[in-house]
């Protein structure tokens, strides 16, 4: 524990911030594209298919299909309209086809077969059944793409399909593209043991399929999606164990195939996601902090979703694995990678978070709360009884801080409204996405963002997060908050108009475009980071930041205290008469300590005054 509190706040500092990372994010094109599909607009997806089909790029051609039918899932009526209109549109009937299958997987859940409900299983073949004229139709339609036939394949999955009708699919897929990454995983899930095939014949179409594959293919990764599979998955691996020295040559295999691929390329993401877990479970700390940093911001669902919710389980291993180098790290020694320690922090980037509080409370109350947070904050008051909140980037992040698995400002939240009746609303900007975190009594009650390229909102998820928000800031009529959460169009436009329906002071000019757009503020003070000893110790202070700002001190302040010397004065000096002149001690000391607060806060009313 020493070791980890004293380096786990340099070891991979160099890490993209939690709140930076992204589940599944689409690339800049499709983003672009996804956001104009929720707003009813086809014209760009339709775009980027058309050209991955005249291009003959089918692996980006298979991911922009499946990002496609999640949108056409959430937000209907587009591809309908799409297909209304051109019916034999190889790109339209495609996205329908995965829909289709995608529908039915949503119906069944990822559960195993034992705890899916009879009707669950019902409306899931119905769905398949459905499924099969639209995929025949884009096989057709463009003979020569391997994507109809990945669609097939894991419709053979959920189908119970026999082992001749998958081959037929397999013999179909190679046919157009002996290397597709996507019909090759989605083959090897037919193989494995879960479903109907066995670890042994799984790892060898792995094995076999990288062992013909060209150098830097991503083929080079099926076994280590076997590997995922076998250690991760499968319900007892005893029952058919696999050759340690096979695990050992997937993880081998995929950490060469990284080598080709550029730190934070999407095309390697979900190859990346899977080694870095393999590498934890084999507890290889540094190569799981190495791939981790290739990774960049870059989460992806699998494998993360067989260990629980994708991303947290993502933020909360890769702090783990700080935490276990920063433990095995001398303690008077300094961490690996001197290039790499935290020096002055950069200014954020296009798309970088940024991230701002609002308090319902004083500068000086806040101030007060903030005292031992952590972090540096900045606070500027915006009307009477509320107050602007930034971060202030430390050289070196406290310890608290970097433990943290929160967003620092956050965190920092957490820890000055624990114990107030007031609460703080966190807005964050990143890119395209706006977001708001509630914090009361150090807890986070809501949480929302607004995604262009995600699904709209539900309206049960946005009428909770409307009434949290209403009864923290008391707004008697939550039905406006929630048409304000549901919907993705104009996010800025839905995060400003948020936080006036709640008669919040509006957010400051230039707040996501710009660092600490709190510096110039009028009144704004810097309240630096304080050990727990200087923070007790400034606790009874009567100035707070710099430049320093009075806390106001109310009548009853003033007059505990004078009574409090009425007292103390004249025991004191009693107390220096009698012959132990050391029960004189505490009383003086006690009374000097209450003479210096009045007349250090007497000399800061006047000059404020004046």
Request: proline content about 9%; overall charge neutral.
């Amino acid at each position: 524990m020493p070791r980890m509190l004293r380096h786990g706040s340099t070891v991979g500092a160099d890490l993209p911030p939690d709140e930076a990372v992204t589940l599944d994010a689409p690339d800049g094109p499709m983003g672009d594209a996804l956001a104009a599909v929720h707003a009813g607009d086809r014209g760009p997806a339709a775009a980027l298919l058309a050209g991955t089909r005249e291009r003959a790029e089918w692996e980006r051609r298979s991911t922009y299909v499946t990002q496609l039918a999640t949108a056409a899932l959430h937000s209907p009526g587009w591809l309908e309209d799409w297909l209304a209109e051109s019916p034999e549109d190889p790109d339209a009937v495609l996205v329908k086809a995965e829909l289709c299958v995608h529908q039915a997987w949503e119906v069944r859940s990822a559960a195993r077969a034992q705890d899916v409900a009879a009707e669950q299983f019902q409306a899931f073949f119905a769905l398949l059944g459905d499924a099969v004229p639209v995929a025949s139709a884009a096989a057709r339609l463009n003979p020569t793409d391997p994507v109809p036939w990945q669609i097939a394949l894991t419709h053979a999955r959920g189908s119970q399909a026999s082992r001749e009708v998958f081959d037929a699919y397999w013999a179909e897929a190679v046919a157009r593209a002996p290397h597709h990454y996507g019909c090759h995983a989605a083959a090897l899930q037919y193989l494995s043991e879960k479903w109907y095939g066995s670890h042994g014949e799984m790892f060898a179409f792995a094995e076999r399929a990288a062992g013909s594959a060209l150098p830097g293919s991503k083929l080079h990764a099926l076994p280590l999606l076997a590997a995922v599979e076998y250690v991760v998955v499968s319900d007892d691996p005893r029952q058919s164990p696999v050759e340690r020295a096979r695990i050992d040559a997937a993880v081998e295999r995929g950490l060469e195939l990284s080598t080709w691929y550029e730190p934070g390329d999407p095309d390697a993401a979900d190859f990346r996601n899977h080694l870095v877990l393999m590498l934890i479970l084999h507890e290889r700390w540094e190569e799981a902090l190495e791939v981790f940093r290739a990774i960049g911001v870059g989460a992806r669902t699998y494998p993360w979703a067989y260990l629980g919710e994708p991303r947290t389980e993502f933020v909360e291993l890769r702090s783990g694995v700080r935490m276990q180098l920063a433990s095995r790290t001398p303690l008077f020694s300094r961490p690996g990678r001197p290039d790499t320690a935290p020096a002055a922090p950069a200014p954020a980037g296009p798309g970088q978070p940024r991230t701002l509080a609002i308090a319902a409370a004083p500068p000086h109350a806040v101030a007060e709360a903030a005292l031992m947070c952590g972090v540096s904050l900045r606070i500027a008051p915006a009307r009477p009884g509320t107050s602007y909140v930034e971060l202030v980037p430390d050289p070196v992040p406290g310890r608290r801080a970097a433990l943290s698995r929160e967003d620092r400002l956050t965190a920092a939240a957490g820890s000055f409204t624990t114990g107030e009746k007031w609460p703080a609303l966190v807005l964050r900007r990143s890119g395209s996405r706006y977001g708001l975190t509630l914090v009361q009594k150090g807890t986070e009650t809501a949480a929302h963002q607004w995604d262009p390229a995600a699904p709209v909102t539900d309206h049960a998820a946005a009428s909770a997060t409307a009434r949290a928000l209403a009864a923290a800031f008391a707004v008697r009529d939550a039905r406006p908050l929630v048409a304000l959460l549901r919907g993705a169009d104009s996010p800025a436009g839905r995060q400003a108009d948020l936080v006036a329906a709640l008669g919040l002071p509006a957010i400051p000019p230039g707040f996501g475009d710009h660092d600490e757009i709190l510096r110039t503020a009028p009144g704004a003070q810097l309240l630096a980071r304080r050990g727990v000893l200087r923070g007790i110790r400034d606790s009874l202070s009567t100035d707070l930041g710099t430049p320093a700002i009075p806390v106001p001190r109310g009548r009853r302040w003033w007059g505990l205290r004078v009574a409090a010397l009425t007292v103390l004065v004249p025991a004191s000096a009693y107390a220096w008469t009698t012959p132990d002149c050391y029960r004189a001690t505490i009383p003086t000391l006690a009374s000097l300590f209450l003479a210096s607060q009045l007349r250090t806060a007497w000399r800061t009313r006047g000059r404020h005054r004046g």
